[in-house]
């Protein structure tokens, strides 16, 4: 079975620190990779997807960034966190198998504050 | 207008009650429908996946998609404080781009 993991669970950052999240996906191959961000009582926010290694859109310009150096991990990058960086980041996976459309499988989340 | 339109709640009900949650869409082209669970510091987890019109059931839940109205709903049968959570509904047109447009996400409280 496929499992999803994020690290670190809860993250505290001052503000113009840099930022990496790992999110890593076990028991598939050449998944769709996807960042999300969900700020307090607000939905879901895309930030970036990745149909394969070293391929990947950005769908809100942001001083965030994301890379895939292998197959089944994701990273999101900051050089310098703002204020408005805080939130909850979800990576989620995806497969498009047969044509149907993708369903999205989520972590656990990265709950990150910046002070 | 959002695409898609979910009430945040939050919806507060009583532990065996009958919960229905909905949402609105504007666009025609969706044909897959999801639903989410997210508990509080969790990410989203899969209820439910249902394929156009029609009505899907799983346990408890029951998924109801009327594309004639651009409406879903997702009913809960004997709700228990366990249900505690917030709900999003999801959906994606067919072919073209594969990615979900989500709701904001209904609060639904069981107390006991």
């Known amino acids: 079975s496929q499992t999803i993991h994020q690290w670190p669970a809860t993250l505290v950052q001052p503000v113009g620190s840099p930022l990496s999240l790992e999110c890593t996906v076990e028991?598939?191959?050449?998944?769709?990779l996807y960042w999300y961000r969900q700020a307090a009582g607000r939905g879901l926010q895309l930030l970036f997807y990745s149909v394969g290694i070293g391929q990947i859109s950005s769908e809100v310009p942001q001083n965030l960034s994301a890379s895939r150096p292998q197959d089944r991990q994701f990273i999101l990058s900051s050089k310098k966190l703002l204020l408005s960086d805080s939130g909850f980041y979800l990576c989620a996976w995806s497969l498009v198998a047969g044509g149907l459309t993708d369903t999205q499988y989520f972590g656990p989340g990265t709950r990150l504050t910046v002070l | 207008q959002k695409e898609v339109e979910q009430d945040p709640g939050p919806l507060s009900v009583p532990e065996g009650a009958i919960v229905s949650l909905n949402c609105t869409y504007s666009?025609?082209?969706?044909?897959?429908f999801m639903w989410y669970r997210q508990y509080s510091r969790k990410g989203p987890e899969l209820l439910m996946y249902?394929?156009?019109?029609g009505n899907k059931e799983d346990g408890r839940f029951t998924a109801q998609v009327d594309k004639s109205s651009k409406y879903i709903s997702l009913f809960i049968r004997d709700s228990q404080p366990s249900d505690s959570a917030t709900y999003l509904c999801?959906?994606?047109?067919?072919?073209?781009?594969?990615?979900?447009?989500f709701g904001r996400g209904t609060s639904l409280i069981v107390h006991p």
């Open positions: 249902t394929y156009s019109s």
């Open positions: 999801a959906m994606t047109p067919s072919g073209g781009s594969y990615i979900p447009t």
């Open positions: 666009n025609s082209a969706f044909q897959y």
């Open positions: 028991g598939t191959s050449n998944p769709n």
